[in-house]
């Protein structure tokens, strides 16, 4: 697809919202925790899958092991957003850019600068909690402590600032993205697929007038899209 077809589409429409996937967050140096590599090697040293250590069953019966790995793998693998974040910041501030949706937990839309972001699963930077005061603490905080991080004043273990597997989403965040995503004029799809489940959620309440693809991975389904760039976003600005 010719590059200028794409910038057009994005310089001409008055409300357009960009759903951020996997690819992009890859491209920083984030690990994929759920690639088959990554994931044999986390059950060979924690002895569960990714699945079984980054849920809800395992904060509440092994807090000590949940926290372990919360430690040693999701907030040391934290990264610097890249380019592509740079070129959403960059679109947004020059008013082409209304809104960012995306299941990254590690905030790194916001770190790039941009204002509104809609992170579905929360963020590790914000929000850490304590389920019976409602207290919060910093991502320092969890990542300072040398086994469960307790609350000072009720002395149970803090909740991360992120939904974990088997929890409910926050619907009122889900309802807000939701919305931003009917308003949308122009919907890009950057760094996933149709096949992805954050497209599959979200795709429905768009009635815009046009799709716009953008990932560095072919897919079966691309040719849904009404103009498709196999890239990455900061080539197009």
């Known amino acids: 697809m010719n590059l200028e077809y ?10 357009t919202v960009c759903l951020v996937g996997k690819n992009m967050m890859k491209r920083t140096g984030l690990r994929y925790l759920r690639d088959s590599d990554e994931a044999y090697d986390l059950e060979q040293k924690y002895g569960y899958s990714l699945e079984e250590l980054y849920s809800a069953r395992m904060f509440g019966t092994r807090p000590h092991l949940f926290y372990q790995f919360y430690r040693e793998v999701i907030l040391e ?3 610097d957003p890249g380019p592509a974040y740079d070129a959403l910041s960059d679109l947004e501030q020059m008013g082409f850019l209304k809104s960012i949706i995306t299941k990254d937990v590690f905030d790194l839309p916001g770190r790039a600068g941009c204002a509104n972001v809609f992170a579905l699963h929360g963020t590790v930077f914000h ?6 005061c409602g207290k919060e603490f910093s991502m320092d ?3 300072g402590s040398t086994d469960i991080p307790m609350c000072d004043e009720c002395h149970i273990p803090l909740h991360p600032g992120t939904s974990l597997l088997g929890e409910m989403v926050d619907n009122k965040v889900i309802s807000q993205a939701a919305h931003e995503v009917s308003r949308a004029e122009l919907l890009v799809l950057c760094g996933l697929n149709f096949g992805s489940k954050l497209t599959r959620d979200m795709i429905q309440y768009f009635q815009g007038k046009k799709l716009i693809l953008i990932n560095t991975e072919k897919h079966y389904q691309d040719e849904r899209a009404d103009l498709v760039y196999y890239g990455v976003l ?3 600005l």
Do not use: F, K, P, T
Request: charged content about 20%.
């Open 141 to 143: 905080y969890i990542r």
């Open 6 to 15: 794409v910038q057009q589409a994005l310089l001409s429409s008055e409300y």
């Open 234 to 236: 900061d080539m197009i």
């Open 127 to 132: 929000n850490s909690h304590c389920s019976r």
């Open 77 to 79: 693998g934290i990264r």
